[in-house]
T-cell receptor
C-alpha cells in the first residue's frame, strides 16, 4: 500500500516570495508521484508528475518538484508566488496499481 | 479529447432521499474510471473504481453504490442519503494504458444533504 503525507494544511506567502509545499510518500515499490491544484468549486488539474528518469520535474505555471528517494519526499516549489497561485494543492502517489492515493491537501493563500 | 461530463453540477437533497450522480467520459474506449469524494476540510477519499463495464471495486463500505452500465458511463447512487453524504463528488479517468498514468478529473458535483 502507498500513501502520502502533506506537511501543513495551510501555507501563507507574500506575493513574489518562494512557495514551498511539502509532501512525503510511503511506498513499498518505486512510486509514481503527482501534484494537483484545485481552485474553488472546480476539479483537480495536474501540475506535474514524476514517473522515472530526471528527479527534478517541471510543471505548469512555473512550479517544479524534486523526487528525493533517500528522503521519501516530493516537495513542490515555485520561486515567486503570484496571486493566481491561491488554491488548494494535493500530492498523490501510485505504485502501478489501479489507485491513486491523495494527501489531505495544502491551502495556499497569497498576500499582496 | 479527455472531457468528463458530470451532472448535476449542484444538488440539494433531503435526508433519506435517493441519489444519482452521472459521469460520462469522451475519448478512448475502456477507460479506468473513479469516484472520489471531498468532504469539507478533508482530502480526497476514493469511493469506487471501475476497470470495465459491470466491474466495480468499492474502497469504503458505506451508503453509496456505483454502476457502470456502458463503457463511458459511471453512475454513483444511493437509496437513502445521510447527512454525512454531503460533499463534492469528483469523477476521474486514468490517462494512458498503464496503471502509472495520472487521473484526469471532471468539474465535480456538489451535494448538500439537509
Amino acid at each position: 500500500a502507498q500513501s502520502v503525507t502533506q506537511l501543513g494544511s495551510h501555507v501563507s506567502v507574500s506575493e513574489g516570495a518562494l512557495v514551498l509545499l511539502r509532501c512525503n510518500y510511503s511506498s513499498s515499490v518505486p512510486p509514481y508521484l503527482f501534484w494537483y491544484v484545485q481552485y474553488p468549486n472546480q476539479g483537480l488539474q495536474l501540475l506535474l508528475k514524476y514517473t522515472t528518469g530526471a528527479t527534478l520535474v517541471k510543471g505548469i505555471n512555473g512550479f517544479e518538484a524534486e523526487f528525493k528517494k533517500s528522503e521519501t519526499s516530493f516537495h513542490l516549489t515555485k520561486p515567486s508566488a503570484h496571486m493566481s497561485d491561491a488554491a488548494e494543492y494535493f500530492c498523490a502517489v501510485t505504485s502501478n496499481d489501479y489507485k491513486l492515493s491523495f494527501g489531505a491537501g495544502t491551502t495556499v493563500t497569497v498576500r499582496a | 479529447s479527455q472531457t468528463i461530463h458530470q451532472w448535476p453540477v449542484t444538488l440539494v437533497q433531503p435526508v433519506g432521499s435517493p441519489l444519482s450522480l452521472e459521469c460520462t467520459v469522451e475519448g478512448t474506449s475502456n477507460p479506468n474510471l473513479y469516484w472520489y469524494r471531498q468532504a469539507a476540510g478533508r482530502g480526497l477519499q476514493l469511493l469506487f473504481y471501475s476497470v470495465g463495464i459491470g466491474q466495480i471495486s468499492s474502497e469504503v463500505p458505506q451508503n453509496l453504490s456505483a454502476s457502470r452500465p456502458q463503457d463511458r458511463q459511471f453512475i454513483l447512487s444511493s437509496k437513502k442519503l445521510l447527512l454525512s453524504d454531503s460533499g463534492f463528488y469528483l469523477c476521474a479517468r486514468r490517462t494512458g494504458a498503464s496503471n502509472t498514468g495520472e487521473l484526469f478529473f471532471g468539474e465535480g458535483s456538489r451535494l448538500t444533504v439537509l
